[in-house]
Every structure is written in structure tokens, then in C-alpha cells.
């Protein structure tokens, strides 16, 4: 068994190195993107640094030391659960790429989950210079947690969330099984319009009216990005905390099994197109 | 179903396999009333074959564009589902794709390639060597062998974008290969190649196929790669086999007649030539003759006897030709 578990393990790191080295074949892109997401940063920053001109003034429950950590937590948190590579398993769909995974005994799932663990992995190291650079220019007053068990469901809640994450677009890329020309339009509706929005990435949920929130709590969104961070800001504690682990480990086993349905059935469907 | 105790490596029972299309249009309207209303359509692309093929056996898949050959191919590298009908490969139902089936096939699509396009065909190498938990010194031992064959040295560590198509195409061999694989599916894989090139991957099948006993099915357009390589064809039409059995015999039963090329010295009358046999092509000074197989020496000396010739020479019928004419639909008679 163990002897097993080492053989698998070892094949993935295989992948996990080639990816880390195909990430660098692109180096321009890589920087372009970095800066698009340090812009993006310094626009969020401002915006909410001008509603919190005066000092004390408190919003939703943020002050200014808060809602700045907020902003600071969004580097991170984006870095982490919404770099996913797996927009590529639509175009292996569509291409006919697939054949290449699927005649080789390796899963394809664990495949991706493995090559976007490795972008993650190259993102943080990134996400963590700029952090940095950018703590050093705006000296925004910042928030630090110290009590352990915040900390720890934090982390607990950022695995979640790149699973969810994860699934979800595992599963919208697999469009093509039925439809080839959708891959690029299920991802955009997905990554973009329903996470950014849903998902605290544009601003915290609980500035939204609270039939609205309450509604939105039960959907998978909230808890990838919104959730980590007021974890971290301990504003989500106590019986919150658990219901909402909850709420997004019920959601990373439903869409599990609703995943391999799908993939299944997309199998069968599958039309290997190329030659 | 038992394993059956004779060595068969592939066996496919009454298998079909059919696609549903949905057809589009011409141009705006069409594109849009498709969107509305799917004209649905169902395209058989394999109507019940059956054929088995031994271990350690070469056989050439020969059919036109369209024919089922690439299907089947798929369907038994367990990346297409079947529709009906009993495929065993080794064993093993492809279509479940499990680890132990997969660890001993490879699948190489001349216009697919499996190798990382922005890094060295190596770093593909040694994630193939993780995939398929090959071992440290048989993986060296492995690639040393077939690159070596390959005359693939000095292209180990180039970015394989910057390769050219041949050079490619005998990497991906490699990457396919390393595992040892028992059973070989080629689709195409000469194709795009020069002769140079061409030459050299089929020497190279044919060592593989010879050295390790792998089954080799190989599918092809270029008959100089079935002439070369396969003693046993399988020509396949509309998802249809039409003919399976060794090339030799097929020639035998299709090529019922030779062609005479003769020189003439003198121009002639095209009717008393006709008078041999059924005259091809007469363009002096040269004219091609079809006579019956058995009377090829009757004719030749008649020829000889009553034409003033110059020189000639008697030819079987191209395979190509043969082949064309399967297709047509010809029977033996």
C-alpha cells in the first residue's frame, strides 16, 4: 500500500515539475499578468481607501484597518483559488488532446488538479512579492489575526475553496463533450461574471441587502473567496464558522459526484475528433 | 467471456459503432436554423466487423478517407464507445481503461502529438517514465535503444516547436515506445514525412514488431508502408471489411492479368495489336498490353514473333491498383 501511494505520488510530481518548467516557457505572458493583477489591486485599493477617508468611520462592520485587509486578502486569496489552468481541458475536449491523457494510465483529473496546484504554487511565491512591495507603498494599516483557530479554519476554508473552484470548472469545460464550439462561453460565464460577482472578489458579500446574502450562503460561491478572508478577519466565528465548513464541504462532495456523472456520460460521448 | 488459449492479442466481434451529427446550414440561416431545429443525422462508421489478430502479428489497416479505420483504432484503445458488438484486447475490455491495459498499449496519431511543445521531447520523456512507473535503468536502457534507432541524439534536448515534422514524428515514437508497449496502434504515421523520413520510421516498426513481439496495427494511405511492412491486410470500406487476408493472396485473386510494355521499333496498326490482348495505352513507341495471367508467355512471343520490337518487359499490376479496385467494389470471380 504505502509502496503504492509512493508510486502515485511520483508520478504526479513528474507532472508537477513539467508544468512548473512549462510555465516559465512563457515568461512575457506570465509578467503581463502579474501586472494586470497588481493594477487591479491598486484600483480596489483606492477605491476603498477614499470611503474610509475619515479615520473612524465604519461601513458593514469594516473599518478602514479592515476593509484595507480585505483588499490585502484578495492578492492572496485570488492567487491561490482562482489561478486554475483547467481552462485547457475544454480545448483538449474540443481538439481531440484528450486521447493523449486518456490512453495512458494516469487520471486526467488528478492530472489537472496537479498541474493547477503547481500555477498556484508559482502564483503565491509571486503574490507574496507583491504583497509585500505593495505593503511597503501604500503602508496601509493592516490586520493581523493571532488567534490559532482562526487561523486554521482558515486554511481549512482556502483548501475548500480551490476544490470547489476546482470542480466547478472541471465541470462547465466539459461543454465541449456535447457542444465543441462552447468551451471558451461556459468558462467566461463561470470564472467571470458568476465568481467575480458571487464571490466577494469585487467587493464583500454583506455590503448586498440580507435576503440576498442569506440566499447567496447556500450557493458554492461566497466560500471562495468571501468566506477565507472574514474567516482571517474573524468576522465569521463560532457556529458561522462551522455551518458555513459545512455548507462547503457538502458542495465540494455534490458537485464531486455531479462532476464524474457528467464525465462519465461525456466519455461515452466522446467523439475523439482529429484523426 | 473466457480468455481464449490460443495467443490472440485482439479480438473484435460483430462491432459497430455509429456518430450523431448535427448538420449545419449554409451560411447566416442555416447557421441559425440549425441552432433552432438540429437536423440530427446518424453516420455509421462501423457496421459490424469482426477480425483477430495474434500476438507478435503486423497487420495494415488500408481503407479511404472516412472508412473506419481510425475509429477502430479508437474503439480499441479504449477511447471510443462502442455502440454494439465484443471488443478484447489482452484481456481486457478496452472501454474500461484500466491501469494494466493501459501500461501495455500505445496509441501514435501521425497528426497528434503528445510531446510538450514548448520543452525539450526529454522532459516529456521522463514524465512518460513517472506515468508509466518504468523503472530508473530499464527507462535509460529504453531510450538509449531507441534513440539510438532513431537517430535522435542531438535532438533530445531541442524545444520541440523548433523540430521539423520528421524530426517530431520519430520523437513521438520514442515517447511511445518507452514503455515497451505490447500492442502498437499506428494511425498514419508516416504521413507528411519525406521518403527519407518515411523510410525510417517503417524500418524502425518493423524492427520493433520483429524485436519485442509487439502486435503491430498500423493504418496507412501510403501503400509503400503496407507493402514494406505487413504480410496480412485488412481493407475496410463504409465501415465495412472487405477483404482480410495476406497481401500475396489478394494480388493472386485480384490481379488476374499482366501488363506487357513493349518498344516498338516500327509504328503498327493498334488493331492487330489488339488482336494479343486489350491494348492499355499505345503512344509510340511504347504500348502497354493486358493480357490474362496464363497466357503471358503466349502472348509475349507472339508478340515477338509478329511485331517488330525493340524491347519488353512483362509487369505485375500496381497495388495500388488492385487495392482501387477492391474498393470499386470488385469481386473475385
Excluded at chain 1, 133 to 151: D, S
Aim: positive net charge; hydrophobic residues 50%; charged residues 25%.
Amino acid at each position: 500500500m504505502r509502496k503504492f501511494l509512493k508510486r502515485k505520488f511520483n508520478r504526479y510530481l513528474a507532472v508537477f515539475t513539467i508544468s512548473f518548467k512549462q510555465e516559465f516557457a512563457y515568461r512575457l505572458n506570465f509578467i503581463m499578468w502579474r501586472v494586470r493583477n497588481v493594477l487591479q489591486i491598486f484600483v480596489t485599493f483606492f477605491l476603498w481607501n477614499a470611503i474610509f477617508y475619515t479615520q473612524d468611520r465604519v461601513v458593514f462592520g469594516y473599518d478602514r484597518s479592515k476593509i484595507l485587509t480585505y483588499v490585502f486578502g484578495l492578492i492572496f486569496i485570488r492567487a491561490i483559488v482562482l489561478s486554475s489552468r483547467s481552462i485547457d481541458v475544454a480545448g483538449d475536449i474540443s481538439r481531440g488532446d484528450l486521447n493523449n491523457y486518456l490512453v495512458k494510465p494516469i487520471n486526467y483529473f488528478l492530472y489537472w488538479l496537479t498541474r493547477d496546484i503547481s500555477s498556484k504554487f508559482l502564483n503565491v511565491i509571486f503574490a507574496v512579492g507583491e504583497a509585500f512591495l505593495l505593503f511597503i507603498i501604500l503602508r496601509p494599516p493592516f490586520f493581523l489575526q493571532t488567534n490559532i483557530i482562526q487561523l486554521v479554519t482558515f486554511l481549512c476554508a482556502l483548501i475548500f475553496a480551490i476544490l470547489i473552484y476546482f470542480i466547478l470548472l472541471f465541470m462547465v469545460n466539459s461543454i465541449p463533450f456535447w457542444a465543441p464550439e462552447l468551451g471558451w462561453g461556459g468558462h467566461f460565464l463561470v470564472s467571470v461574471v458568476i465568481v467575480e460577482f458571487l464571490s466577494g472578489a469585487m467587493f464583500p458579500i454583506d455590503v448586498l441587502p440580507l435576503v440576498f446574502q442569506k440566499i447567496l450562503y447556500l450557493t458554492p460561491f461566497p466560500y471562495l473567496i468571501f468566506f477565507p478572508i472574514e474567516i482571517y478577519l474573524g468576522k465569521i466565528q463560532g457556529l458561522m464558522l462551522v455551518k458555513g465548513l459545512t455548507i462547503s464541504l457538502f458542495w465540494i462532495i455534490a458537485l464531486w459526484f455531479l462532476m464524474k456523472k457528467i464525465w462519465d456520460k461525456g466519455l461515452k460521448a466522446y467523439q475523439a475528433y482529429g484523426r | 467471456m473466457e480468455k481464449q488459449p490460443s495467443q490472440k492479442a485482439i479480438i473484435v466481434e460483430h462491432l459497430s459503432k455509429n456518430f450523431e451529427v448535427s448538420e449545419k446550414g449554409k451560411g447566416f440561416f442555416g447557421g441559425v436554423s440549425s441552432l433552432i431545429k438540429p437536423n440530427k443525422k446518424t453516420i455509421w462508421a462501423l457496421r459490424d466487423i469482426s477480425f483477430s489478430i495474434e500476438e507478435g502479428e503486423l497487420v495494415g489497416f488500408i481503407g479511404p478517407n472516412g472508412a473506419g479505420k481510425t475509429t477502430t483504432l479508437k474503439i480499441l484503445s479504449g477511447l471510443l464507445y462502442p455502440s454494439s458488438g465484443f471488443t478484447q484486447v489482452l484481456g481486457f475490455d478496452p472501454w474500461s481503461r484500466k491501469r494494466e491495459y493501459l501500461k501495455q498499449i500505445s496509441l501514435v496519431m501521425g497528426q497528434k502529438n503528445q510531446l510538450w511543445w514548448d520543452l525539450p521531447a526529454i522532459d516529456s520523456f521522463e514524465l512518460n517514465r513517472a506515468i508509466y512507473e518504468i523503472p530508473k535503468k530499464v527507462f535509460e536502457d529504453n531510450l538509449k535503444d531507441l534513440v539510438e534507432i532513431l537517430e535522435v541524439e542531438d535532438i533530445l534536448n531541442t524545444q520541440v516547436r523548433r523540430l521539423s515534422l520528421g524530426q517530431r514524428m520519430r520523437l513521438e515514437l520514442v515517447a511511445a515506445l518507452l514503455h515497451k508497449p505490447k500492442i502498437l496502434f499506428l494511425d498514419e504515421p508516416t504521413i507528411g514525412l519525406d521518403v527519407v523520413a518515411q523510410q525510417k520510421v517503417r524500418d524502425f516498426i518493423f524492427e520493433y514488431n520483429k524485436k519485442y513481439k509487439a502486435a503491430v496495427m498500423l493504418t496507412s494511405h501510403n501503400m509503400d508502408d503496407l507493402i514494406d511492412l505487413t504480410k496480412r491486410i485488412i481493407v475496410i470500406d463504409k465501415g465495412e471489411i472487405l477483404y482480410d487476408g495476406s497481401l500475396k493472396e489478394l494480388v493472386d485473386i485480384f490481379a488476374k492479368e499482366k501488363t506487357i510494355k513493349a518498344y516498338l521499333s516500327k509504328d503498327v496498326d493498334v488493331k492487330k495489336l489488339e488482336e494479343i490482348g486489350e491494348v492499355r495505352r499505345f503512344n509510340y513507341p511504347q504500348v502497354h498490353i493486358s493480357v490474362p495471367r496464363e497466357a503471358t508467355a503466349l502472348a509475349a512471343s507472339e508478340l515477338l514473333q509478329n511485331f517488330p520490337i525493340a524491347d519488353l518487359t512483362i509487369e505485375e499490376e500496381p497495388i495500388e491498383s488492385i487495392i482501387r479496385r477492391v474498393f470499386r467494389g470488385e469481386r473475385k470471380t
